[in-house]
C-alpha cells in the first residue's frame, strides 16, 4: 500500500479536506476522467468551486464504513460483523484466476498489489436493503486482471467465489445458505472500467469486514454483487448462479444493476437512507453511474432482467 503514502500519515479530517474538489468532481462528472489524478495534481485546484450539486455526496467516515457491514459469513447484526471478522487470516492470500482463458493462474495477493497501479476510486454503495454510503475506495480495475489471463473467445460471464473456511467463518456452519458466496457477471460488466477489485480503502489495506483482502467492487449494482474475501475468479460460458439467487431468485436477480423504478417484492427501491444523514434521499437510476454503464444494457428489460 505504499503507493498512496500521504493518507496513511494524514488524519482523515485534513485528508477529506483535501480530497474535497476531486470527491465532488468524480461523483458529478463520473469518476472516468478524473480517478487517475493524484492528489498532488489537484492540489492547485482547490480554489475553485465544486460544482452545485442539489445533495451532495460526502464521503462516509471510516469508522462509519468499518462499523456496518453485511458479511453473512460471520453476522446478519451489521454492528457485530467488525468484531466477529476481526481474526480472519488475509496474509498469505491466494486467488486462483482460471476457466476458459489461455492463460490461469493463481496469484499472491502481494503479487497483484505490486504488479497493478493501486488506484483511489469514490464510489456510492447502494444496499439492496435501502440504505448507502460513499467509500473511497483503493484497488484496481479488474479488466487489468482479466487482461492478464486472456478470456477465450467462448468466456462469457465472471464467476467469483468467496473463501470457505467454516473454521473460520462461523455462519458457514450454518446450512441455511448455500456456501460459499458465489456472485457472477457478465463479461463485459467485469470488463468496464469502473469495475474494481478493492484491495483497501480511505488509504489502508482492507479491514476484515470491508472484504479483506480482496473484493470486487460494481458501484452501478446493489451491494450483494460486491463480493468479498475472493479466492477464485472464473471465467464461464453459462451465467452464474449467485447466492441470492439460490435463496430467493424471485427477489434477487442476476443483474441486480440499482434502479428505483423496480421495486424489491417487499420494498420500494424508489430511496435510500444514506448511512449518517436524516431521512431518505432519491435512488438513482444504476446509482448515479447510468452515463457511464446504461449502454451495456441497451434493448434488455430492465424489469424482467432484474
Ligand atoms: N462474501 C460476502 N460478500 C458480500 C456480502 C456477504 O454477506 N458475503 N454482503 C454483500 C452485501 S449485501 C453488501 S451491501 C456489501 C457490503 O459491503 P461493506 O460491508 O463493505 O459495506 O457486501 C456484499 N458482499
Ligand atoms: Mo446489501
Known amino acids: 500500500m505504499n503507493r498512496i503514502p500521504s493518507s496513511e500519515i494524514t488524519p482523515e479530517s485534513i485528508y477529506l479536506s483535501r480530497r474535497r474538489w476531486m470527491r465532488e468532481a468524480i461523483l458529478a462528472a463520473g469518476a472516468l476522467a478524473l480517478a487517475a489524478c493524484s492528489p498532488a495534481s489537484l492540489s492547485g485546484e482547490e480554489a475553485s468551486s465544486p460544482p452545485a450539486t442539489p445533495l451532495p455526496d460526502t464521503p462516509n467516515t471510516y469508522e462509519q464504513i468499518t ?9 446478519t447484526d451489521k454492528e457485530a460483523v467488525a468484531g466477529l471478522a476481526a481474526g480472519l487470516i488475509t496474509s498469505p492470500w491466494q486467488v486462483y484466476v482460471g476457466g476458459l482463458v489461455n492463460k490461469p493462474g493463481t496469484y499472491d495477493l502481494d503479487l497483484l498489489r505490486r504488479k ?4 483511489e476510486r469514490i464510489y456510492r454503495l447502494r444496499c439492496v436493503e435501502g440504505w448507502s454510503m460513499v467509500i473511497p475506495w483503493n484497488g484496481f480495475p479488474l479488466a487489468k486482471l482479466l487482461a492478464e489471463v486472456e478470456p477465450t473467445s467462448d468466456a462469457k460471464y465472471v464467476k467469483f467465489t468467496t473463501l470457505y473456511d467454516p473454521s473460520q467463518m462461523p455462519e458457514q456452519n450454518s446450512p441455511f445458505y448455500p456456501w460459499p458466496y458465489v456472485e ?16 483497501g480503502l480511505y488509504g489502508k489495506d482492507l479491514p476484515p469486514q470491508n ?13 450483494f454483487k460486491s463480493i468479498k474475501a475472493i479466492v477464485k475468479i472464473e471465467l464461464v460460458v453459462n451465467q452464474p448462479t449467485s447466492l441470492w439467487m439460490e435463496i430467493a431468485p424471485n427477489e434477487y436477480g442476476f443483474y441486480a444493476n440499482v434502479n428505483p423504478d423496480v421495486p424489491h417484492p417487499r420494498w420500494s427501491q424508489s430511496s435510500e437512507r444514506r ?3 436524516l431521512g431518505r434521499r432519491p435512488t438513482l437510476k444504476f446509482n448515479g453511474y447510468a452515463d457511464e454503464v446504461a449502454s451495456l444494457y441497451t434493448g434488455m428489460d430492465l424489469r424482467k432482467n432484474y
Open 67 to 75: 462499523g456496518y457491514n453485511n458479511y453473512y459469513e460471520f453476522s
Open 116 to 119: 497493478f497501479t493501486i488506484e
Open 184 to 199: 457472477g457477471l457478465r463479461l463485459d460488466e467485469a470488463m468496464h472500467p469502473l469495475t474494481l477489485l478493492a484491495t
Open 211 to 223: 472484504g479483506a483482502p480482496l473484493r470486487l467492487v460494481v458501484p452501478w449494482k446493489y451491494g
Open 275 to 277: 448511512i449518517g444523514e
